[in-house]
């Protein structure tokens, strides 16, 4: 705690200053974000780092495993929805990203189960909302014998199926049939810091290029 103390200091001291005029625009005129960015609670995925955002360009939401629920999930287990719902229908983004990341625990959980889960039923709950992505590595993806290149699959084909969800939503389907929103699978590798990308032509993702 004391260095979350510290570190408000410091950005009051030091950084306020290159901010101030933003944050007071911000204040006037409320946010407009462009993106809705939806990516997992672990802690070295940070969504406005690795995209150097400013304050009021991005609408994150953060949940356990970038899980997206379809949107017949209601009640307090579907936060995530309201958050859509409200992105794309209040606040107008014309962009959806759901990031996933390599060395994801819920990833290794949703495939070997969640250690002393009697005591985390609602994480428990929460993980089943994804069981088709289990579902799919256990039927498809038995070659696969490294624990790491199978939690790295799974990540990668949870982002897909949250994709799906999204279809599911009536305010994203009226604004994709619309052509005013557009949906993006991003993958995040920890270890390089490197982002890719799915490719729908070529069924793989593939590292972000430099615009041109």
């Not at 006037?28 to 360009?57: K, M, W, Y």
């Not at 897909?160 to 991003?186: C, D, I, K, Q, S």
Request: glycine share 6%.
């Amino acid at each position: 705690m004391q260095q979350l103390i510290a570190g408000i200091h410091k950005f009051q001291q030091d950084e306020l200053g290159r901010y101030q005029e933003l944050f007071h625009r911000l204040s006037r005129e409320g946010q407009n974000p462009h993106t809705l960015f939806i990516t997992c609670s672990d802690s070295r995925v940070l969504a406005e780092l690795i995209t150097q955002s400013q304050p009021g360009d991005l609408f994150v939401v953060k949940n356990v495993g970038n899980i997206v629920p379809r949107a017949d999930v209601s009640g307090s287990t579907n936060s995530t929805a309201a958050a859509i719902e409200f992105a794309i229908q209040s606040l107008g983004v014309s962009d959806v990203v759901v990031c996933g990341h390599s060395l994801c625990g819920a990833m290794a959980a949703l495939l070997e189960g969640l250690p002393g889960q009697e005591s985390m039923p609602h994480l428990r709950e929460w993980l089943e909302f994804a069981s088709p992505v289990r579902q799919l590595i256990e039927r498809d993806y038995g070659y696969l014998k490294d624990p790491d290149a199978r939690m790295t699959a799974a990540a990668e084909e949870n982002v897909l199926f949250a994709l799906e969800n999204l279809h599911t939503y009536p305010v994203v389907a009226e604004r994709l049939a619309a052509g005013t929103l557009r949906l993006h699978g991003w993958f995040f590798r920890i270890a390089t810091a490197e982002m890719f990308a799915y490719d729908p032509a070529t069924q793989q993702f593939q590292p972000i290029q430099r615009p041109s």
